[in-house]
């Protein structure tokens, strides 16, 4: 198992494993992912309750080995002209210069490690599932080398330049949103398999989330708006919410997930934070990173957030009124165009980040509007619950071992 980048990649893989050792459960697996995701993904996968120590030293048993990967990201942002190289010099030295001279050694060390793990025929895996980003290139590159079968999983409307390279070499190709029928006819190898998400996220009922409400020290009879950038969080998110805050509050109760890498420059939102006898006055939250997030998004009338694919596959199991802000200058928009997607069929509302940083109550205004129209945010509801794929994890798991059973 190859993940890591972002832990829109790290989740569905994780998922993915729970469902091999449910099918297999003798199964030996490795779990590759870079520096920056170690320990979560350490953490996440000691949860299953299969330690390799444990195995390794009673030389018997499935497990489940974490490694971390030295590997490199090649920074590219779309929609560039020529002046905004210029007019965001900090990004174009930091990133598309400093950040890509690191991230192509990164690659070359990737190349080097995956070459020494898989050269000795003994210790080679019987597949490889690379579930997108950068990290899986120099695994994908030395599978080939090596003739070692891989299977892929893409998640956005739009390949990332990892699975793009490496699609062709692949045993097997599969994807969170379905691909239209003449390229599943043209490829036999593509599959559409939906975005594997953990068993915690399902439909939440009314009632489920008016208890959860009162969990989180939310009033109950309250709408509640839950903000989230994911696990680094959002900049631009977290400005805007603070720009429209007080007037937010006035109709809604507010959950902002800062991130782990803006919280700090947002600590000064905690004077909105009230208690009185461990009871929460003000309804406004905020959190670093919150470890049940299925619980919080769960609990919410309306979440926004960006428009990641793992994430939308998460708040589709929920069956959740959403409003998405994709960033457009992610490689390839492939925000934007995840989010168009689902706009056109009436199952989100959207507002692009561009957009509402020029104009911050133009959210407001989104919010307001859904706050005031159950019926809306129903139907929204439905049409992305209809997105969901309870079984992709399941599927994805029984794709993989096939190509071991096949090459076996």
């Known amino acids: 198992m190859v993940g890591g980048g972002s832990g829109g990649h790290i989740t569905p893989a994780v998922a993915v494993v729970r469902e091999i050792l449910e099918q297999k459960p003798r199964a030996k697996i490795e779990f590759w992912t870079d520096f920056k995701y170690y320990k979560n993904v350490t953490k996440l996968t000691t949860e299953l309750g299969v330690s390799w120590a444990d195995a390794h030293e009673k030389k018997k048993g499935s497990f489940v080995r974490v490694r971390r990967l030295p590997a490199g990201k090649f920074h590219r942002y779309s929609g560039w002209h020529f002046s905004d190289y210029f007019t965001h010099f900090d990004i174009t030295v930091k990133d598309l210069i400093f950040g890509n001279i690191f991230g192509f050694f990164g690659f070359i060390f990737g190349i080097i490690t995956c070459f020494f793990r898989l050269v000795r025929k003994s210790t080679r895996p019987n597949v490889i599932f690379l579930k997108g980003g950068y990290v899986g290139l120099p695994v994908g590159l030395m599978a080939k080398l090596f003739k070692i079968p891989f299977v892929i999983h893409e998640s956005d409307a739009v390949a990332g330049l990892a699975n793009r390279v490496l ?16 390229v599943l006819k043209a490829h036999p190898n ?3 398999t939906g975005i594997p998400v953990g068993p915690e996220y399902k439909a939440v009922p009314g009632a489920k989330a008016m208890s959860l409400k009162k969990a989180f020290s939310f009033n109950e009879d309250k709408p509640l708006v839950v903000i989230t950038g994911g696990s680094q969080g959002s900049e631009n998110l977290n400005e805007a919410t603070r720009a429209i805050l007080p007037d937010l509050l ?4 507010v959950g902002l997930v800062a991130g782990r890498k803006h919280y700090e420059d947002m600590v000064d939102l905690k004077r909105y934070e009230n208690w009185e006898n461990a009871s929460l006055e003000s309804n406004f939250r905020m959190w670093e990173f919150n470890t049940t997030m299925n619980e919080l998004m769960g609990a919410a009338d309306v979440v926004v957030s960006r428009a990641g694919a793992t994430t939308i596959a998460e ?13 457009e200058r992610l490689p390839g928009s492939h925000q934007v165009r995840n989010a168009e997607r689902l706009k056109a069929s009436g199952a989100v509302a959207v507002l692009n980040d ?14 307001r509007h859904l706050i005031k129209t159950p019926r809306e945010r129903a139907d929204m509801a439905d049409a992305l619950h209809k997105e969901a794929r309870a079984d992709a994890a399941s599927r994805l798991a029984e794709i993989i071992l096939g190509v071991v059973s096949s090459e076996t």
């Open 250 to 253: 006035k109709i809604a109760s």
């Open 354 to 367: 561009s957009e509402m940083m020029e104009d911050p109550k133009k959210l407001l205004e989104i919010i």
């Open 315 to 327: 708040l589709a199991a929920l069956k959740k009124a959403v409003i998405l802000v994709p960033f």
């Open 167 to 182: 699609m062709k070499k692949a045993t097997k190709v599969a994807f969170g949103i379905p691909p239209s029928d003449e």
């Open 190 to 192: 593509y599959v559409w």
